[in-house]
C-alpha cells in the first residue's frame, strides 16, 4: 500500500508543506502515528481541539446525532442550531448569529454585513480597516482583509474596500478613517502571525472611535474564542463588546463551523441576503453544544488561563527573545531562524509544536491540558533547545 506522503504528492494539489508525520489516533492531549509512536499534541488542530481528541462527551455527542438527523439543509428549523445560538448569545453579548462551516465564512458574512450596513446607514460607505499582519482566512475577501501580502499576491486582481494599518497603532487608523470607512476588523491576538496580543488601551480605544465615527467594530475571534485565552472571549478582557464577532475552530472541537454574531445595530441581513448549504447542521451543532457544556462543566476557561501561566513558565528559559501570549495561546521568538529546526525535533522527540516561521514557535493546546503534560513538554523542549 502506498503510504499518505506518497498518495498526497500524487492527489492532492500542494498548497501546503506538511510534516513527515502520518496521526491516526488520539485521546486527549495524545495523539499517535502509523507506527505506534506517542506524541503530546500542543497544536490541537491548530486551536481547534479544545477538549483534544476523542473526548467521550463529543465523541457520544456526534455519534448519537449520526444516527438521528445529520443534515436537512436551511430550509427548515433545527432544535441544536437555535439552542446552540442561545448559548453563544448567552455567552458574549446580545446579538444574534449566521452559522457556516469556517472562519474564512464567517469573516465573510462579517464583511458582507458591513457593507450592507454601510449601505443602509451611511451613505454607501464600504472600507474596512484591518491590520498589517493579521489572518482572516482564504477567501477572495478574506485574504484581502489579512494584512499579509504572501496570501493574496498571487491572485490579484483583489477586491476593493480594504485599508491596512500597523496593529497595536490607534492613532494609525485614526488616520486612515474617511467618509468612506464602514468598519475596523481585528483580531483581539493576532494568531496566525505569532501571536501579537492587543496592548493595553488598544481595543478600548478602537471601541471608543468605532463609536464616536459611527463604524462598526468586527472581532475576528475564530482563534482566540471560545476560552483559549482565559476568558470566554478575548474581548472580554479589555470590557468592551464588539458589533460583530466570527468564531470558528474551537466551536465544534474538531467538527467544522463557524459563527457570525451580530449586535442589534449591525444585524442587517434580511431572507435571500446570506446563506450557506451546511451551515448550522444538526451534527455540527451538537457537537458544539456538546464542547461548551463541558468547557462550562469542567471550569475550562479558568484552567486554560491558569494552565496557560504554566505553559509560559515552561516557555521561558527556553533561550527565546521573546515569549508572549495570553492563556493557552502563546508563542516565543528566537533570535535566530531556529524555529523550524526546533519544531521537527520536538516532533522527533514526540511533541507536537507549530513554527508559524523562521523565528516563532506557537503553541495552541487543548484546553483540557494538566500541570503533568506541561511538565513532560518542558522537559523534552528543554532537551531539544539544547
Ligand atoms: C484569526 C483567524 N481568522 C480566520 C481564520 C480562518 O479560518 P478557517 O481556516 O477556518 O477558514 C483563521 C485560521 O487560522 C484565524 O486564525
Redesign the pocket.
Known sequence: MSSAPELADKYLMQVGRRLPVTFVRGQGCLVWDESGKEYLDLVAG??VNLLGHAHPAVASAVARQAQTLIHTSNLYFTQPQVELARRLVELSFPSRVFFCN??????EAAIKLARKWGARNRGGAFEVITTEG??????LA?VTAGGQAKYSDPFKPLPPGFVHVAYNDLDAIKGATTDRTVAVML?PV???IGVIPAREGYLEGVRAWCDERDLLLIL?????GLGRTGRWFAHQHHGITPDVM?L??GLGGGV?I?ACLAAPRADVFEPGDHGSTFGGNPLACTASLAVLAVVERDGLVGHAAEMGELLRSALDGLGAKEVRGLGLMQAMEFEEARAKPFQQACLDAGVVVNAVDDHTVRFVPPLIISPEEIDRAHEVMTAVAR
Open positions: 491548530i486551536a469556517s472562519g474564512a465564512e464567517a469573516n493579521s489572518f482572516h482566512g482564504r477567501t478574506a483580531e493576532m494568531g496566525e475576528d475571534e475564530v482563534q482566540t466570527t470558528a475552530k467544522p463557524g
